[in-house]
Every structure is written in C-alpha cells, then in structure tokens.
C-alpha cells in the first residue's frame, strides 16, 4: 500500500520512480567490475587506503543493547594482474589493516576496557592483521574457459551500488579439535554495501575510481580479550567510509595511528606474498602464546547484569 501511494505522488509530481536498475557484467567486463570493486584500477601494484569508521554494540536476550566502543580502521592495499591462457585476466589483492576500538565517549583509543558485566579491566587487542589476502587469483573464466558467472550490480542514475552478504562459519583457531562434536566454531556474517560512480564502475575502459564509499556490517561472537567466556550474545558492528589512492587523504586521526603505532600498515605487502592470513582470532593465539600461554579463568555464569 505504501508503494502504491509513493508511486502515486512521483507521478503527480512528475519525478520518475527511482527503482533500481539490474546491471549485469559478463565475460570479460564482469572480472573488470570486481578488479575495480576489490583494487580500484585495473592497474597493477597501485596502492588504495580504505578507511571506515563507526561504533559497536552489545546484543544480550533481555537487556538494552550496549554502546561498547567506537571504531576507526585503514585497510592498505594493491592488487597483482595475470593473463592466463585458459582462464583469461586475473588479478588478486594483498593487504594488511588496523581496526581501532575508541571510547564510546571521548573517542579517544581503549588500551584497557572495563567489562560492564564483570567489572573486569582487560587489556584490549586492537586489529592489526597482516596479512589479509585474497586466497587466489579471480578469473574472467573457469578452468574450462567458460566465463564465470555474472557481476550483478543496482545502479541508480550516477551511483551503482554493489551488496554483499558473507556468511561465515570455520572452526575456531582458539577451539579444540572437537569443534564438529561440541561446538565452539566461529560463527559471523560480514555484510557490504559499497557504492561508485556509474561512469567509472560500468565502462569497462575507464581504468581506475576515483573514489568509492562503503557501508560495512558485522554480526559476530564476542571478541576473545573480552573476557567474555560463555555468556549468551553477540555483536554488532556498523561503520561507513571511502577507498582512496590520495595518501593525502587519509584521515589525520588514523595517519598518526599509522605512524606512531603501525607505520608498516602505511604500505602493504609484496605482491607474490603467499602468508595465510590474520583475524582477530589468530592474532589474540599468537598473543597469548607470546605471554607465555597464561590462560585467564573467566567466569561462565553469574555475571554482573
């Protein structure tokens, strides 16, 4: 019914209907398209700074959600290209990015966070995961030389939008080898929404973006430093921002992180570099391992509500 009476209105004021419009990129233009979604060119070894910024809350059945921190974060960025005889142009990217937990309040980094259910003062483990690649090269055909499957895109007049939805379900580096028989695997879902110009994204001989902007959410498990052990809830996470190759634009706040804290995240790594990736998880592993295995007894009832 709503619908109907939006319609009404844009006909009476003469506007047309703003439905989007299903672009669909095959072949050749379709592994363009993702090049420029995932490096920002289709140029090799050009580097993109994405940063984003938002907030996190808490989500416990029964209770007000909790503002638990403020969030500021770079991903640093570029891609290698190949031609393949069978498979056609391929490229794959290769990164390293910070996230920042900030005071809800003063916005200012959390070094140490006071759990609101325990009282406890943590140490918090910001995001620094080097590296975060792409597994593998994406190709403009399979190994058959067949094209893979479409791009589909939503274009409004002068802006395209690409959405992704990634559910994520693995065993947890932290849990035991009995994941399949008692649980504990990572559990999460990354959603992107990101948005670009419909000149650059749709004519495949404009090379690079200028700019691009991204709509990020991540629903997902407490975070081990929390200390949260098995208290029911989850997550949520939800930020904004913008993709780049002006380093002059990057966000002041985030270049002094970068130069005082992580002046290596100012650069990203070598394009052949084959390192399996970093999360949250591993890092936090290879932290504790680092401390001398020392395991944190936390509670796994009667929490402070």
Known sequence: MNRIVIMLCLTLLGLPEMDAQRVFLKGKDAVIGR???TCGT???????????EGRSYSRVEGEKDKHLFNLIGINTRHCIVEEDPIRGTGFRSVS?????YLDPETNEIMDVWKNPWTGEEVEVLHVANDPVNMRGFRYEKDKDGNDV????????????????????????????????????????????????????????????????????TRVAQWLPWMHM???????V????????????????KLQQILDERYPLYNTPPPLDDDRPN??????????MEKEGGKKKEVKTSGHEE
């Open 229 to 235: 052990g098995s208290k029911p809830g989850l997550m």
């Open 42 to 52: 289709t140029e090799e070894a050009k580097t993109r700074y994405g940063m984003w």
């Open 237 to 252: 996470f939800n930020a904004t921002g913008f993709s780049t190759f002006d380093k002059s634009e990057i966000w002041p």
């Open 149 to 216: 499957r479409p791009l589909e895109l939503r274009q409004y007049e002068d802006l395209t939008f690409s959405s992704d939805e990634i559910p994520l379900f693995y065993n947890n580096p932290l849990g035991s080898e009995y994941q399949n028989n008692v649980g504990g695997h990572y559990h999460a879902m990354e959603i992107f929404n990101s948005i670009y110009k419909s000149k650059e994204m749709l004519d495949s001989n404009v090379k690079s973006l200028s700019h691009s902007n991204i709509a990020w």
């Open 278 to 287: 970093e999360t949250s998880w591993t890092v936090f592993k290879k932290h």
């Open 96 to 100: 390293r990015e910070i996230m920042m």
């Open 35 to 37: 090049q420029k979604m």
